[in-house]
């Protein structure tokens, strides 16, 4: 029993790193932060703080992993819902879009360090940038396998589900990196009209009030 409890405090200490450090790189950028800012803003010393990650690299790669097997967690539940192919799309594409815009600048420190400019995509070991590729493969096989379903139902008209996958998912991503929460559109707003895009992709306009309609039954 006394094992047990230690082995879950370890745990869950490892999880309040990961939420500290994933603010704190998300905020300043992984240069900026120092794993000495992470661990006084854990009360921690830091030989304390290397017990659990050896290096501020291990550190970013357990912080992207952590929101990616969260995302990915998410899509699923919202592809299992019942529906047809396009209300189970609207689901996945909003919750796709709820961690894009709402993440706190999470989902685009996990792009940029799978997309960027090579100083930001190499700070990460190259087994630990495969490993997060393959987190993001297993994303895009939640949108493509949807959209072959809508496709052979006749919902979608696309001319590869891959590469319509692709699109709809470049769509979403991006729109972390130009929003600006304080200017322009509300969220939900937005986030009405990503969809919106991203079923247009399709082959289905919609318009945003039925999107919103369909928001509520989530």
Same mark, same amino acid.
Request: overall charge positive; proline content about 2%.
């Given at each position: 029993?006394?094992?047990?409890? =230690?082995?879950?405090?370890?745990?869950?200490?490892?999880?309040?790193?990961?939420?500290?450090?994933?603010?704190?790189?998300?905020?300043?950028? *992984? +240069?900026?932060?120092?794993?000495?800012?992470?661990?006084?803003?854990?009360?921690?010393?830091?030989?304390?703080? %290397? #017990? %659990? *990650?050896?290096?501020? +690299?291990?550190?970013?790669?357990?912080?992207?992993?952590?929101?990616?097997?969260?995302?990915?967690?998410?899509l699923s539940t919202a592809a299992a819902y019942e529906g047809t192919a396009q209300e189970r799309m609207v689901? !996945? !594409?909003?919750?796709?879009? $709820?961690?894009?815009?709402?993440?706190?600048?999470?989902?685009?420190? !996990?792009?940029?360090?799978? %997309?960027?400019?090579? %100083?930001?995509?190499?700070?990460?070991?190259?087994? #630990?940038?495969?490993?997060?590729?393959?987190?993001?493969?297993?994303?895009?096989?939640? *949108?493509?396998?949807?959209i072959s379903q809508g496709a052979a139902s006749g919902e979608f008209v696309v001319a590869d589900a891959r =590469?319509?996958?692709?699109?709809?998912?470049? =769509?979403?991503?991006?729109?972390?990196?130009? #929003?600006?929460?304080?200017?322009?559109?509300?969220?939900?707003?937005?986030?009405?009209?990503? !969809?919106?895009?991203?079923?247009?992709?399709?082959? =289905?306009?919609?318009?945003?009030?039925?999107?919103? +309609?369909?928001? $509520?039954?989530?």
């Amino acid at each position: 029993m006394a094992s047990e409890r =230690i082995t879950a405090k370890r745990a869950a200490l490892r999880k309040r790193i990961i939420a500290v450090a994933l603010e704190a790189f998300s905020a300043r950028g *992984f +240069e900026a932060t120092t794993t000495v800012e992470i661990a006084d803003t854990l009360q921690m010393t830091g030989p304390s703080l %290397y #017990h %659990y *990650f050896r290096t501020k +690299e291990e550190l970013l790669y357990a912080c992207m992993d952590f929101i990616l097997e969260k995302l990915h967690t998410d899509l699923s539940t919202a592809a299992a819902y019942e529906g047809t192919a396009q209300e189970r799309m609207v689901h !996945v !594409v909003r919750a796709q879009l $709820k961690v894009e815009l709402g993440s706190g600048g999470a989902a685009s420190l !996990v792009n940029a360090h799978l %997309y960027g400019p090579r %100083y930001l995509t190499q700070v990460l070991l190259p087994e #630990h940038s495969e490993a997060l590729r393959d987190r993001q493969r297993a994303l895009l096989k939640v *949108f493509r396998d949807l959209i072959s379903q809508g496709a052979a139902s006749g919902e979608f008209v696309v001319a590869d589900a891959r =590469i319509a996958a692709f699109n709809v998912l470049a =769509i979403l991503q991006y729109s972390g990196v130009w #929003h600006r929460p304080r200017k322009g559109l509300r969220l939900a707003d937005l986030m009405d009209l990503q !969809v919106s895009a991203a079923l247009q992709l399709l082959g =289905i306009p919609m318009t945003t009030g039925a999107l919103t +309609e369909q928001g $509520k039954h989530k």
